[in-house]
């Protein structure tokens, strides 16, 4: 706004990628739910692994499970 520019801090950002990632999607999935006036649940995907969020009521045969890498 003062009329400089700048640029995020690379490697802080490299350091923080997971968090980071997990961050904009937690956004994005609460702005497309407020938006379209959804909501999200978590999905197990694997034994012992953290669940991701999925929008909830949506059958999980429409759902595109790739292998994991």
Do not use: F, K
């Not at 999935?29 to 929008?55: D, F, K, N, S, Y």
């Amino acid at each position: 706004m003062d009329g400089t520019w700048g640029s995020i801090h690379t490697t802080a950002l490299h350091e923080n990628t997971v968090a980071a990632s997990a961050l904009y999607n937690e956004l994005v999935a609460a702005e497309v739910c407020e938006a379209l006036g959804l909501a999200t649940e978590p999905r197990i995907v694997a034994p012992g692994r953290r669940p991701v969020m999925e929008i909830a009521g949506v059958s999980h045969e429409l759902i595109l499970d790739l292998p994991a890498q």
